[in-house]
């Protein structure tokens, strides 16, 4: 059973240029979930996406920006880069709420941008 | 709103000693808490999770954790470190809707041999 697969794993852009990160998710999981992990911190939420749609938002410009596909994979987009984007961005999976429940959160390795 | 506090940025114990990870979270409804490991240059990995069932909940590699509401803590503990413990681990609290996690700043867990 394919975990949280991510690609690239590690990228060099330069500030101004634009970048796409991928995730698939791990087999069976509908929802997407995109965290930043700066150097010594803990990760940091920047969307969710079920069912193709944004769900949930935290608190990161518009530059940051993401799709879902039918096949429930994932795209996170991040224009006019800064280097304060350098950053692990981590994916995770899991399925849709049922009922009372929350869903466990399964993480892909990340991808390593640096912006120079 | 939810928040988590990792008392501790770093911890260093032997080899065979107990280990004590500290959390503290704040939420204004029931918490799902969480438990993941980090090893160098890699993703997380989940330990263990509370989701309101037992209270003392067992993860992997011998850990476990107890919740305890009237501390609002989540403390991680194993009763004999190994080398291979040494890692990054981050506490994070989910709550019922919307599963949008938030996570501590992390505790770097050093093992002396």
């Known amino acids: 059973d394919a975990g949280v697969t991510q690609s690239p794993t590690h990228l060099i852009k330069t500030r101004g240029q634009q970048v796409t990160l991928r995730c698939s998710p791990k087999?069976?999981?509908?929802?997407v979930s995109w965290y930043q992990q700066a150097l010594g911190q803990g990760p940091q939420f920047i969307f969710q996406?079920?069912?193709?749609?944004?769900?949930q938002r935290g608190n990161f410009p518009d530059r940051f920006s993401g799709h879902q596909f039918p096949n429930y994979s994932s795209e996170l987009n991040v224009n006019a880069l800064l280097l304060g984007d350098s950053a692990l961005y981590l994916c995770?999976?899991?399925?849709?709420?049922?009922?009372?429940?929350?869903?466990?959160?399964?993480f892909g390795p990340g991808t390593r941008l640096t912006v120079l | 709103a939810q928040s988590v506090t990792q008392l501790g940025s770093h911890v260093s114990v032997s080899e065979g000693a107990l280990v004590l990870l500290r959390c503290n979270y704040s939420?204004?409804?029931?918490?799902?808490l969480f438990w993941y490991v980090q090893y160098p240059n890699q993703g997380l990995q989940l330990l263990l999770k509370?989701?309101?069932?037992?209270?003392l909940v067992k993860g992997i590699n011998g850990f476990e954790a107890e919740f305890k509401k009237s501390e609002t803590s989540f403390h991680l503990t194993k009763p004999s470190a190994h080398m291979s413990d040494a890692a990054e681990y981050f506490c994070?609290?989910?709550?019922?809707?919307?599963?949008?996690?938030?996570f501590g700043t992390g505790t770097s867990l050093t093992v002396i041999p």
């Open positions: 995770a999976s899991s399925l849709a709420q049922r009922l009372a429940e929350t869903d466990t959160q399964y």
């Open positions: 087999s069976g999981h509908d929802t």
């Open positions: 996406y079920y069912e193709e749609e944004e769900r």
């Open positions: 939420s204004s409804v029931p918490p799902y």
């Open positions: 509370y989701t309101s069932a037992a209270t």
């Open positions: 994070a609290v989910s709550v019922k809707t919307g599963n949008q996690f938030y």
